[in-house]
């Protein structure tokens, strides 16, 4: 029981950990993320952990999210959830002609 209980945190601090690191925004982009978006990815994480731990181990950041999306049929309920509230970025603004 102590063994199971241990390995179910151990994922869910490295499924965590691994969906936290993003690339750094660009040049004028902001300051980070919003309190949206940082509730959002918490709230991933949580419902997301079993199934990157078993879809997506070794992944990190963009490729993990990546991931989880490319196997959006074998995720749990939970997870499909979690992923659909994440918030999307803006597309940036087209190049002036």
């Given at each position: 029981m102590k063994l199971s209980l241990i390995a179910g945190l151990a994922a869910v601090a490295f499924a965590g950990a691994a969906l936290a690191q993003e690339p750094a925004?660009?040049?004028?982009?902001g300051a980070g993320p919003s309190p949206e978006m940082m509730a959002?990815?918490?709230a991933m994480r949580q419902a997301c952990a079993a199934d990157f731990?078993?879809?997506c181990e070794g992944k990190a950041g963009r490729e993990a999210m990546m991931c989880l999306?490319?196997?959006a049929d074998k995720v749990s309920q939970g997870c499909k959830?979690?992923?659909a509230k994440m918030p999307r970025?803006?597309?940036p603004p087209?190049?002036?002609q």
């Open positions: 925004p660009p040049p004028g982009a959002a990815r918490q731990q078993s879809l999306r490319d196997n959830d979690a992923i970025r803006a597309p087209a190049a002036p």
